[in-house]
């Protein structure tokens, strides 16, 4: 008798535990939402680190972040040339034309909810609002191909097709940032499988319906090289260049992709 050989796929939640990670993704929100309208000249990211947590907790939620792997924020505030992990401080003041991108996440009833996306203090310039843009469209290209029966490395393919798309889009070139994804999530903020945001489609394990992912691009204006600074956290553009990220907590269901950190 043949050896059965078990289908691998993305791990799944039931329809009420989607509807738990929602109400976490939810708070997700809720908190970004809150930050980008604080986010004005002369604020500080640990002001906005302040705000969120105080949206999150009001709402009976606890911040995923703080705390996590000796993590001190309850957000990651990235400003400029930084494009993930910025901690939070009072000696980081936003200025006009800055590009921020605000990572947050929340637990409620044991559920993650994990979501980012960059923004404008007052204006930007032409190229950050074209990076930015394209972020968002890149990510809306992988949140589509969260289909059942499709592989997780086609929601890779998408993101990087969307990159591309954008780049023509705009008629500028973008670095997609190396070495950095999205994720499984559910009663963990981190969670198998790693999802590249670039790759050839068809590979890995499979969407089904209840499948959940953390759907993150990040893009650049320049190479997509990055450095971590001392404090074993903070990543930087090699070049300098800005950067954009943009998140969102993404379910697979028979009627097409949920979004489970919808804002307010």
């Known amino acids: 008798m043949g050896r059965f050989r078990r289908r691998k796929v993305v791990p799944f939640r039931s329809a009420g535990e989607l509807d738990a990670m929602a109400a976490a993704g939810a708070i997700v929100g809720a908190a970004l939402v809150a930050c980008r309208d604080a986010a004005k000249p002369g604020v500080s990211t640990a002001d906005l680190d302040e705000i969120a947590e105080t949206v999150i907790r009001e709402a009976g939620a606890v911040p995923s972040f703080k705390g996590y792997q000796g993590f001190p924020g ?7 040339d930084v494009v993930v992990h910025g901690i939070p401080s009072p000696s980081v003041v936003l200025a006009e034309g800055d590009l921020v991108s605000i990572d947050c996440g929340a637990i409620l009833d044991g559920w993650h909810g994990d979501s980012a996306w960059s923004f404008g203090v007052g204006g930007l310039s032409a190229a950050d609002a074209d990076l930015s843009e394209a972020t968002r469209l890149s990510m809306n290209a992988g949140i589509a191909a969260m289909v059942p029966g499709n592989r997780l490395t086609d929601v890779s393919a998408a993101i ?16 997609i940032v190396d070495g950095y994804g999205g994720h499984g999530i559910g009663r963990e903020m981190h969670l198998d499988p790693f999802l590249p945001n670039q790759g050839a489609p068809g ?4 969407l089904v319906v ?17 450095t971590t600074l001392d404090d074993d956290w903070t990543v930087v553009t090699d070049d300098g260049s800005r950067a954009a990220h943009w998140e969102h907590t ?4 028979e009627d097409g992709p949920r979004i489970l950190t919808l804002r307010p």
């Open 160 to 175: 990087e097709a969307g990159t591309h798309a954008a780049e023509k889009q705009f008629g500028r070139a973008f670095g």
């Open 210 to 226: 209840g499948s959940t992912l953390a759907i993150e691009p990040m893009l650049t204006l320049g190479v997509g090289e990055t």
């Open 250 to 253: 993404v379910a697979v269901t």
């Open 74 to 80: 309850s957000i990651c505030s990235s400003v400029n």
């Open 203 to 206: 590979h890995g394990p499979e």
